[in-house]
Structure formats: structure tokens, C-alpha cells
């Protein structure tokens, strides 16, 4: 069975930082991988995804992602964030039995 | 499209109470999700379909709780007897393939 961990429960850091959160996925097969991001009160939304191809990828709102297939992971960045990123973000992996399972998420706290 | 659409927002019911929660995908999306937040556990799957037919029902809790897709453009989740601890966030998703997943605004059950 397929599983998704993430690293950090929550992160605190401050405006202008450099944000880093890990993913890594438990499944051998193919798999589609995604970022969702979730503002306070709100639904899911989708950051980026990644599919095939080259193995870093810029979403929305500056974000990338870098998919090491060696260590089944996908982490997400951002180079520099804003009082405006602070939410809860979540990894997704995607296997051949189109069944779409989540991390339990990371806290992300911007303060100004 | 108006997206994924949740009904009702918020429901509030009393325990042993019957609960019924709705969905209807975006159309031409052939995957439907039923996921459930809460804090202590995060984001759960608890079912899902692909062309109308469950795939997948493990993540269902217990007998108390089933879930019906009728056609493409409908689908239930019912909870009953309804309980304390199934106050949650229900969330709705629905993608075409293997693509992305768009998530309804949720429902916010409470039951007392």
C-alpha cells in the first residue's frame, strides 16, 4: 500500500525565509506527485504537480518542487515567503490504482 | 464550471441522527473522493470511484458510514447513527484521470 509521510508537523519562520518542506512516498510503480496548499478556513487548492519530465517544477506563487525518484521524495520550496503563505500544505501521491493519498500535512506559520 | 460543489457548509445534528452529505463533481470528471479532516488525524480518504464504481472503501471507519455514487454528477456520504467523534470536515474531490484533484468547499459536521 502506498504512503506519504511529511517531515514537519509545523514550521515557524519568518517573512523573507527560505522554505523547504519534505515529502517522501512509499510505492515502487509509477506515481504522479502533487502539492496542495490550504489557507486558513479553505478547501484544498493545487500548488503544482508533476507528472514526467524534468524532475523540478515551479507551481504557483513561486513555488518549486524536485522529484528524486532515488529517494522517493518530492520536496516543496520557496525561496523567500510572505505573511500570505502561511497554511497548511499537503503531499499527494497519485499510483496506478488511481487512488490520490495525502501526507498528514505541515503547518506553515509566516510571521511578519 | 462552478467546481466541486459541497452541500450543505455546516451541518450540526444531534448523536443518532442520520446524516446525509452531497456532492456533485465538476463535470466530465470520472474520479470522485470522499476525504475527512480533523486535527488528530489529518486528512483521511475514505472512499473512492471511478466511473461511478467504488474502487476503494478500506479507509471507510466502520459500518455506520456509507457512500453512494448513483451517476456521474452525484454522490453521497451518510452517516448513521451519527456520533460525537465524526465531527469533522467532510471533503468532496473529483478529477478526470489521473489529473489533478479539485476539491469542494466542505462540509463542517458537528454532532453534539
Known amino acids: 500500500a502506498q504512503s506519504v509521510s511529511q517531515h514537519n508537523h509545523h514550521v515557524i519562520l519568518s517573512e523573507a525565509a527560505s522554505l523547504e518542506l519534505g515529502c517522501n512516498y512509499s510505492y515502487g510503480g509509477t506515481v504522479n506527485l502533487f502539492w496542495y496548499v490550504q489557507y486558513p478556513g479553505q478547501h484544498l487548492q493545487l500548488l503544482l504537480k508533476y507528472f514526467s519530465g524534468d524532475p523540478l517544477v515551479k507551481g504557483i506563487k513561486g513555488f518549486e518542487a524536485e522529484f528524486i525518484k532515488s529517494k522517493f521524495s518530492f520536496n516543496l520550496r520557496k525561496p523567500s515567503v510572505q505573511w500570505s503563505d502561511t497554511a497548511e500544505y499537503f503531499c499527494a501521491v497519485n499510483s496506478n490504482d488511481y487512488k490520490l493519498s495525502f501526507g498528514a500535512g505541515t503547518t506553515v506559520t509566516v510571521r511578519a | 464550471d462552478a467546481g466541486v460543489i459541497q452541500s450543505p457548509r455546516h451541518e450540526v445534528t444531534e448523536m443518532g441522527q442520520e446524516v446525509t452529505l452531497r456532492c456533485k463533481p465538476i463535470s466530465g470528471h470520472n474520479s470522485l473522493f470522499w476525504y475527512r479532516q480533523t486535527m488528530m488525524r489529518g486528512l483521511e480518504l475514505l472512499i473512492y470511484f471511478n466511473n461511478n464504481v467504488p474502487i476503494d472503501d478500506s479507509g471507510m471507519p466502520e459500518d455506520r458510514f456509507s457512500a453512494k455514487m448513483p451517476n456521474a454528477s452525484f454522490s453521497t456520504l451518510k452517516i448513521q447513527p451519527s456520533e460525537p467523534r465524526d465531527s469533522a470536515v467532510y471533503f468532496c474531490?473529483?478529477?478526470?484521470?489521473?489529473?489533478?484533484?479539485?476539491f469542494g468547499q466542505g462540509t463542517r459536521l458537528t454532532v453534539v
Open positions: 474531490a473529483s478529477r478526470y484521470a489521473i489529473n489533478e484533484a479539485f
